[in-house]
């Protein structure tokens, strides 16, 4: 099974600021997913991010927003940015395996102040 | 396109009894249905997954069975222990690394002592 390194593990930002979130995998995969989880809800794709195109967002999220990148076939990084309160949540990364199997990144908490 | 209903929302259940969490998808072309269990404040992890050719699969306590004509797929724990108290999240997909997983609202499983 795929092994998925994120980080940072938290982090609490000040309104109007960005955050990167970096995620890194063990093995080369062709798309890599981003999450957003808020406290007790599930799983919300946010993009998927495919080596040497544009990232494909969700109904609700924009490259504006949520800007993608994917340099290569093991890492991607998802930013936040001009953070509001309302971003506060758990982000996750994900790869799925050949047969489908999704594993994750450990999360990222981010609490917008 | 797919939908993917999870039920019940809350689940509590008397250490050593059964628990049964219920699923049902609108897409019959989904031939993959993994459940992922997630602990308070970890990633969510595949416990047990089954796939369109079979109609139930066994590992240990945990069971899953799936009725394509239906269009419904069960989680069945059986001898329930504190360390199964959990969120547990099912998902459909066409299987395969390029098709994103539809995950179900969530089932938080309370076990009592």
């Known amino acids: ?113 | 396109g797919e939908n993917v209903e999870q039920h019940p929302s809350t689940l509590s259940v008397q250490e050593g009894d059964s628990a049964v969490i219920k699923c049902t998808y609108s897409d019959s072309a989904s031939n993959y249905f993994p459940w992922y269990k997630q602990e308070l404040g970890k990633r969510p992890q595949l416990i047990i997954d089954i796939r369109s050719n079979v109609g139930e699969k066994k590992d240990q306590r945990i069971a899953v069975t799936l009725n394509k004509t239906a269009k419904h797929f069960s989680l069945h724990i059986t001898e329930t222990q504190p360390e199964d108290s959990a969120v547990y999240f099912c998902a459909a997909s066409k299987g395969g690394s390029n098709y994103q997983l539809i995950w179900g609202a969530g089932t938080k499983l309370i076990i009592k002592p």
Do not use: H
């Not at chain 1, 390194?5 to 600021?17: M, V």
């Not at chain 1, 955050?19 to 080369?28: G, K, P, Y």
């Not at chain 1, 544009?54 to 001009?82: C, H, Q, W």
């Open chain 1, 1 to 113: 099974s795929a092994v998925i390194s994120q980080k940072p593990s938290r982090d609490i930002c000040q309104r109007g600021t960005s955050l990167t979130i970096q995620c890194q995998v063990d093995s080369q995969v062709t798309m890599m997913f981003w999450y957003r989880q808020q406290p007790g809800q599930s799983l919300t794709l946010i993009a998927t991010a495919n080596q040497g195109s544009e990232a494909t967002y969700e109904s609700g999220f924009v490259i504006d927003k949520f800007p993608i990148s994917r340099p290569n076939l093991t890492f991607s990084t998802l930013t936040v940015s001009n953070m509001s309160p309302e971003d506060s949540s758990i982000y996750l990364c994900s790869v799925e395996e050949a047969q489908g199997e999704a594993f994750f990144g450990q999360g990222t908490r981010l609490t917008v102040v």
